[in-house]
């Protein structure tokens, strides 16, 4: 669509590049269409051209090096489905190959590791993640990433089409809504996901098209979105590997473009006082840093009990979400001692439930690997 094509993926590659390494204490990584920054969970670097340490002076010790992951999840809040391109630099232009990634896309919260980017040297080249969006597994699994890449990044002759939008109907009507949307993220550098790192990608916004307006909108995307001018971002922070024995490692990542800022706790649903995870989570921040590394498994996954949402310091809660349920959206059954995760928090605005073509809170816990 033109208003994806036209959303400042550029942009935002051009000032990731030069805020690479000077994030300070946010979690961001990048904005499309405004920039961002890149994150650390856990290092010791503040190198410039590095991923920033966001252990901010905490645990000791030289962070292990370890395989290449890349965790993709999906935040899209105007999608119900996604998968992933990977566009690679190409002389004057961009060059993607292979299938969108996962077969068949990711549910609204869920999550897939990558080992290897198909057709991508990470170690050399500049990256550009593509976000291809439907309600229809099948549609995402027929998408082909040369035909994402063509269409999302280069210049289009005329008006911008979404896939497979058909015309109008004879009496001269709306077009259908498409069945396959396509955006942009901005530009991760060449060594961005190299270098043995654990990286967790989360796209979040919102795609876009003429049929996703609401009264609501900037309160479902963030502000500043219109139909024709997407918030399709991403956050991406670098996870730690660095573990204490008989203890789980716990952050939270506020991964939304219009969810204000929140403290995030475990509950056990009696009369136990809430373990507090995160006590201020800024819109993209990744807290605490390094991760709370305090108690075992036992002491926060209590049966039946939830992570719950809700404004800093006050006893209300915007949402909550069963262990269960968020583990499971992230690959898990249970937390496990000497392990580290992250809570991804996705969604809307607080007290904005789920519409007609937006999804509501989610919330997911990913284990480091």
Same mark, same amino acid.
């Not at 030289?62 to 566009?87: K, M, N, Q, T």
């Not at 390094?290 to 002491?299: M, Q, T």
């Given at each position: 669509?033109?208003?994806?094509?036209?959303? %400042?993926?550029?942009?935002?590659?051009?000032?990731?590049?030069?805020?690479?390494?000077?994030?300070?204490?946010?979690?961001? #990584?990048?904005?499309?269409?405004?920039?961002?920054?890149?994150?650390?969970?856990?290092?010791?670097?503040?190198?410039?051209?590095?991923?920033?340490?966001?252990?901010?002076?905490?645990?000791?010790?030289?962070?292990?090096?370890?395989?290449?992951?890349?965790?993709?999840?999906?935040?899209?809040?105007?999608?119900?489905?996604?998968?992933?391109?990977?566009?690679?630099?190409?002389?004057? %232009?961009?060059?993607?190959?292979? /299938?969108?990634?996962?077969? %068949?896309?990711?549910?609204?919260?869920?999550? &897939?590791?990558?080992?290897?980017?198909?057709?991508? @040297?990470?170690?050399?080249?500049?990256?550009?993640?593509?976000?291809?969006?439907?309600?229809?597994?099948?549609?995402?699994?027929?998408?082909? =990433?040369?035909?994402?890449?063509?269409?999302?990044?280069?210049?289009?002759?005329?008006?911008?089409?979404?896939?497979?939008?058909?015309?109008?109907?004879?009496?001269?009507?709306?077009?259908?809504?498409?069945?396959?949307?396509?955006?942009?993220?901005?530009?991760?550098?060449?060594?961005?996901?190299?270098?043995?790192?654990?990286?967790?990608?989360?796209?979040?916004? =919102? &795609?876009?098209?003429?049929?996703?307006? @609401?009264?609501?909108?900037? /309160?479902? =995307?963030?502000?500043?979105?219109?139909?024709?001018?997407?918030?399709?971002?991403?956050?991406?922070?670098?996870?730690?590997?660095? #573990?204490?024995?008989?203890? #789980?490692?716990?952050?939270?990542?506020?991964?939304?473009?219009?969810?204000?800022?929140?403290?995030?706790?475990?509950?056990? %649903?009696?009369?136990?006082?809430?373990?507090?995870?995160?006590?201020?989570?800024?819109?993209?921040?990744?807290?605490?840093?390094?991760?709370?590394?305090?108690?075992?498994?036992?002491?926060?996954?209590?049966?039946?009990?939830?992570?719950?949402?809700?404004?800093?310091?006050?006893?209300?809660?915007?949402?909550?979400?069963?262990?269960?349920?968020?583990?499971?959206?992230?690959?898990?059954?249970?937390?496990?001692?000497?392990?580290?995760?992250?809570?991804?928090?996705?969604?809307?605005?607080?007290?904005?439930?789920?519409?007609?073509?937006?999804?509501?809170?989610?919330?997911?816990?990913?284990?480091?690997?």
């Amino acid at each position: 669509m033109s208003g994806v094509r036209g959303g %400042g993926w550029w942009l935002g590659a051009a000032l990731l590049g030069l805020v690479l390494g000077c994030a300070e204490e946010r979690g961001v #990584v990048g904005v499309a269409g405004s920039g961002g920054s890149l994150a650390d969970a856990g290092g010791s670097g503040g190198a410039a051209g590095a991923l920033q340490d966001a252990a901010a002076g905490g645990a000791a010790g030289a962070e292990p090096v370890g395989d290449d992951v890349l965790s993709l999840v999906h935040g899209v809040v105007d999608a119900p489905r996604i998968a992933f391109c990977f566009a690679r630099r190409d002389g004057a %232009g961009w060059a993607a190959q292979g /299938a969108a990634l996962p077969a %068949g896309g990711l549910a609204s919260g869920t999550g &897939v590791s990558l080992r290897e980017l198909p057709g991508v @040297d990470p170690t050399r080249d500049d990256v550009v993640p593509l976000v291809v969006a439907s309600a229809s597994a099948n549609a995402l699994s027929l998408q082909r =990433c040369e035909d994402v890449a063509r269409q999302v990044l280069e210049p289009p002759a005329g008006p911008g089409r979404d896939a497979e939008a058909p015309d109008g109907g004879d009496g001269g009507g709306p077009a259908e809504p498409p069945l396959v949307r396509h955006g942009a993220l901005p530009v991760l550098p060449a060594g961005s996901l190299s270098g043995g790192r654990s990286v967790l990608l989360v796209a979040i916004g =919102c &795609v876009g098209g003429a049929d996703h307006t @609401d009264p609501q909108e900037e /309160a479902v =995307c963030g502000a500043g979105y219109r139909p024709d001018a997407p918030s399709l971002s991403l956050a991406l922070v670098r996870r730690t590997r660095r #573990v204490v024995a008989g203890a #789980v490692g716990l952050q939270a990542l506020n991964a939304s473009t219009a969810l204000d800022a929140f403290e995030l706790a475990s509950e056990a %649903g009696h009369d136990e006082e809430p373990r507090l995870i995160a006590p201020a989570l800024e819109r993209g921040v990744l807290a605490p840093r390094p991760p709370r590394s305090d108690a075992p498994a036992a002491l926060w996954q209590w049966t039946g009990g939830s992570l719950a949402v809700g404004p800093r310091g006050g006893k209300s809660r915007w949402f909550t979400e069963r262990w269960s349920t968020a583990l499971e959206r992230g690959g898990a059954t249970e937390l496990r001692d000497g392990t580290n995760y992250v809570v991804v928090v996705t969604g809307p605005r607080a007290g904005v439930a789920a519409g007609p073509w937006w999804s509501g809170p989610r919330l997911s816990v990913f284990a480091t690997e």
